[in-house]
């Protein structure tokens, strides 16, 4: 009897390890990626960074709450394209043929077909890719004559020459996009069309300009179906119709929706005018804010809420074209605690507000302090996706899966992180020093450039980020072995093409690419 209850017990035994043995591993399933990239707003725009913020942002706030925020996130330019090109690339724009500024409404492509981007590594990997907003990365519009388009300047641009009537060539589609849907430049930049899959929707057949205060923009042509009113609408409607589609579908997918606001035009339809009681601006990201929400319901409603990464961030800081100092005056400020904004090298310039909302594996409620760059983005898909970048793909980028995990400790997550400002300035940061190599703000806040309040300062500024995140006080005397230190950091970066580990990369050359860096030596 002894033994039959010995045999028995060694029977379950064997049947319950070889049970737990057999189990099968839990399949990874891909998230599906979606990034919201606002146009000019500023950290302190949203009050779940800046809890005395003036501007209400119930929905943006409830994404936070629902995900992780970051309060160290920054762009790697100033500016809009840089930027756009370093999250699209995974690559500091200063590597690409932009130096400095931005493109217009008629610039030809930035990024060469053959460049991997976020959107082709997660097609790639089996993903259905879309693009939906404001792309301003140039595309190569069809001319009437078969010449390359003249664009030298605001006032210059060639629109009789542009044939609207044909196919639009290196466009998102050609970059990893199955589906590309929008405007070329800032909505402020004309032509104002919209082209969808490399086809013009509707051909203009009028000029318009707006001269406002904050509602400006410029003149040139116009399509029937183009109201610039019901632009950041139609985007948001747009992504939510594609949400609510792919939801069927057994792929995962990956949304870029790109918006061209809060940026000018601000143009709050007529029932979010004066909600705010603020300014135009406030108005404006109010009706943003509930489109955020819109789009947050239908993932939950299309049950995918789960397993749907969601980013919510900013190109760069808000912009003075706003009423930056209309808004200061009520008490709010769209840099909050930094000094400068958009253009800037200064910390209001590129550090933005940046959201992650996933259900499956972010713990909702909860923060990060590591710096991050949008750059990382790329790398962050590409782990995610399944996929290994080679030496020459996102050469800027970290995968920040890891930072995702709330509990987990993370001693250093990037070396070093480089900024950008519209004239072509540099800063980098590592811990809390920042380096920056120019007199002033290299941007549109004093001291501006080759202006006479840059007479006399240091040569460079050197910050203590711990202590003095208003940048206030220029600690460049007394550190000269961190001013050394970070400068041959910043040398080796720009030249090794790279600042991720890997083997050395070209950077894109044109001529008289480094007269802003002379102190690099090519």
């Not at 983005?377 to 996929?387: D, I, N, Q, R, V």
């Not at 930072?403 to 070396?415: G, H, K, S, W």
């Not at 006479?452 to 202590?467: C, D, F, H, R």
């Amino acid at each position: 009897m002894k033994l039959y209850f010995h045999l028995l017990a060694y029977t379950f035994i064997s049947l319950t390890v070889l049970s737990c043995a057999e189990k099968p591993k839990q399949e990874y399933k891909k998230p599906n990626i979606i990034v919201i990239l606002a146009d000019d707003l500023g950290y302190g725009d949203i009050k779940a960074f800046n809890p005395e913020g003036k501007i209400k942002t119930p929905f943006i706030d409830e994404l936070a709450s629902e995900g992780m925020i970051f309060t160290d996130a920054h762009t790697p330019s100033a500016v809009c394209t840089p930027t756009r090109y370093g999250f699209m690339t995974g690559r500091y724009n200063w590597r690409s043929t932009l130096k400095s500024g931005v493109l217009t409404g008629n610039s030809t492509a930035l990024i060469p077909d053959d460049r991997t981007t976020i959107a082709s590594v997660l097609k790639g990997q089996g993903y259905n890719t879309a693009f939906i907003g404001k792309w301003h990365l140039g595309w190569d519009w069809a001319t009437v004559d078969g010449d390359s388009l003249r664009a030298d300047g605001w006032g210059a641009n060639d629109f009789d020459n542009i044939d609207f009537t044909k196919t639009v060539t290196h466009t998102p589609n050609d970059l990893g996009f199955d589906y590309a849907y929008g405007h070329n430049g800032s909505l402020d930049m004309a032509p104002y069309v919209y082209v969808e899959n490399g086809k013009v929707t509707a051909i203009p057949d009028t000029v318009t300009v707006n001269k406002g205060k904050y509602s400006w923009w410029r003149e040139g042509p116009t399509s029937p179906d183009f109201d610039h009113e019901k632009v950041t609408p139609n985007f948001f409607e747009r992504s939510i119709a594609y949400i609510q589609e792919q939801a069927k579908e057994e792929k995962p997918f990956f949304l870029y929706l790109a918006l061209p606001s809060p940026h000018t035009p601000i143009l709050p339809p007529a029932e979010w005018q004066g909600k705010s009681g603020l300014a135009p601006f406030a108005d404006f990201m109010m009706m943003i804010d509930d489109y955020v929400g819109q789009l947050n319901e239908a993932i939950k409603k299309a049950g995918i809420e789960e397993n749907t990464l969601i980013v919510f961030t900013s190109d760069n800081g808000g912009s003075p074209a706003a009423g930056l100092d209309v808004m200061q005056a009520a008490g709010h400020y769209s840099s909050y605690i930094y000094r400068g904004h958009k253009a800037d090298i200064f910390e209001g310039g590129h550090r933005v507000p940046f959201i992650a909302k996933w259900p499956a594996k972010i713990q909702k409620g909860t923060s990060r302090n590591e710096t991050i760059c949008l750059t990382d983005l790329m790398a962050t898909g590409a782990e995610l996706s399944g996929y290994a970048l080679k030496d020459n793909e996102g050469e800027d980028s970290y995968s920040l899966v890891s930072l995702f995990d709330a509990t987990n400790q993370v001693d250093q997550f990037r070396e070093a992180t480089v900024a950008h400002s519209i004239n072509g300035s540099f800063a980098i940061r590592q811990g809390d020093w920042k380096l920056i190599m120019a007199k002033g703000s290299g941007g549109w806040s004093a001291p501006k450039p080759n202006t006479k309040a840059e007479e006399g300062l240091p040569e460079v500024q050197l910050y203590n980020l711990a202590s003095d995140p208003g940048e206030t006080t220029n600690l460049q005397a007394e550190n000269p072995e961190k001013v050394a230190a970070l400068k041959s950091l910043l040398s080796k970066y720009i030249k090794e093409g790279r600042s991720t580990p890997g083997a050395p990369q070209q950077n894109d050359k044109i001529e008289g690419e480094w007269k802003q860096i002379g102190f690099v030596e090519e």
